[in-house]
């Protein structure tokens, strides 16, 4: 497990993108997804803007180019080591949140052109990255 963020780190998230992770989780609860799925979004999404602000000068969210994506898809699988399937969840939670802002808010000025880039972005390959356990039916037996 790697350990992305702190709360100090997300103190600093740039407070535009802030409020709009903090939109766009209100609205999950309002259309009542599980908490789980609304921590693990929460998480994703300050996974994005930590990178943000240490990487990309603390970009607004609207202003993040398909070259940053990359630039952040790499760091996640070639420095921090984030398995496939990692990287793929962390990106839905991202096209998530875009499909919200084409959704919902782009009647605010400061979305008004916004249009999701994210699947543009071709995904790492999906690979297991654990050897799966088999048990025998003695070892079955013993559970």
């Known amino acids: ?8 780190l997300v103190s600093q ?6 409020r709009l992770r903090d939109d766009f989780l209100d609205y ?3 259309v009542q997804r599980s908490p789980g799925t609304i921590g693990g ?3 994703d999404l300050n996974i ?5 602000l240490q990487r990309l000068g603390n970009k607004d969210f ?3 180019t398909k070259r940053d994506l990359v630039t952040f898809q790499n760091w996640l699988s070639n420095e921090n080591g984030n398995s496939p399937a990692r990287v793929r969840r962390i990106k839905s939670a991202i096209s998530s949140l875009s499909n919200y802002i084409e959704g919902i808010l782009d009647d605010e000025p400061e979305f008004e052109n916004f249009r999701s880039i994210v699947r543009k972005i071709e995904s790492p390959v999906n690979q297991p990255v654990r050897e799966k356990t088999v048990l025998s039916n003695e070892q079955l037996e013993e559970l």
């Open 1 to 8: 497990m790697n350990d992305l963020t702190s709360p100090e």
């Open 13 to 18: 998230i740039n407070p535009n993108n802030a």
């Open 28 to 30: 999950l609860r309002s």
């Open 41 to 43: 979004y929460q998480n």
């Open 48 to 52: 994005l803007f930590v990178f943000c």
């Open 62 to 64: 609207q202003n993040i």
